[in-house]
């Protein structure tokens, strides 16, 4: 078969291109043949073309008859400039309705839906129209879909809906066991080490994590924080100076700035005893996918679909309080007290 796949992708720093990446890479190794259109001008790509705001998403049709399956990596900000605005409102209507007639005329098209954002009032009645509309949706947990009937009060038909695990494509970049990561990295063998790797952004809420650890107290345990910020905006680079601040502030806490190539990814995934994901907001997590992949624990706030990923070693919480207790547990469960091991502290889902 001929895919289009329609994503960002690399070299440009981006987790949903990281995804199409090896989304790409399963599907040529099963023979298929895959195009890809970054729709951002970047990437080592078949087609650079902006699909920003307004009629720019026709150009798709220039190319549709040539393919048997379109693929669409969906994040809102690749396709509208801010259907939050009122000021954007006409923009966000007329994107929204080029959204529409791609999904009438093109019924071999799926989006997988990485982020759709919940956009109150009207601009919100516009902007999800074009759901209605869509000929097969991909989610990576059975929350979202759950979270996005509710918001925007329309029930997609389920045969055209698939829960697809966030894992599925990926594959492993390392082969290291936690001795060896650790030996490449320069951490010692001996400590209990948490883990906060990703983009460097506010709602991913690693300074939660800084504080928690602060107030744990324990024994031999440190805490890395690695990452970079995706985009040095004001908003991102404010909150990278405080995250700077904080982690010098605090014992045992190391911020590692950079960005983190796949095999690095995975090499600090491997050298961690336990992933920490403090978020204030998301709807999966890819982090959270390669945790899986790799067989680490996890201690995993409770919001979004991050429950839905979760498995029976990990850790959730709902309050700072008990992610607070979650790390105390994951350190007793490492002194040997068995009965601390997998259990999760008491779970207070967000309203």
Known sequence: MRYLMVSTYPPKRCGIGAYA?????????QGHVVDIVS???????????DLHGGKKLLRLFRILPYYDRVVLQYHWAFFYRNPYLRARR??????????????????KLEVVAHEIPYIPGKQGWLYKWKWKFVPRIIVHTPAEIAHFEQHYKISLLRSRVEVRTHHDVFQKFSVH???????????????L????????????????????FSRAGLRDAQLFVVGSARVLDSENLKYLEELRRLATATTGVQLQESFVSNEDF??????????????????????????????????????????????DSDLLFGSDEEL?????????????????RGKPVSLELPK
């Open 21 to 29: 990446e090896q989304s790409v890479a399963q599907l040529r190794a």
């Open 39 to 49: 729709p951002d001008l970047q990437g080592n790509v078949d087609f650079a073309w």
């Open 90 to 107: 006409w923009e966000t209507l007329q994107t929204t309705l080029c959204f529409v007639l791609l999904f009438l005329r093109c019924r």
């Open 177 to 191: 066991t936690r001795e060896t990561a650790r030996a490449t990295l320069g951490i010692a063998q001996g400590k």
């Open 193 to 212: 080490i948490f883990l906060c790797i990703g983009f460097i952004q506010r709602h991913k809420g690693f300074h939660r994590a800084v504080q928690a």
């Open 266 to 311: 995975d090499t600090w995934i491997t050298a961690a005893d336990w992933v920490v994901f403090p978020y204030s907001e998301i709807w999966s997590s890819g982090v959270l996918a390669r945790t899986r992949l790799l067989q680490r624990p996890a201690i995993i706030a409770a919001v979004g679909g991050l429950p839905d990923q979760a498995d």
């Open 324 to 340: 607070l207790s979650a790390l105390q547990a994951a350190d007793r469960g490492a002194r040997g007290d068995v009965a601390a």
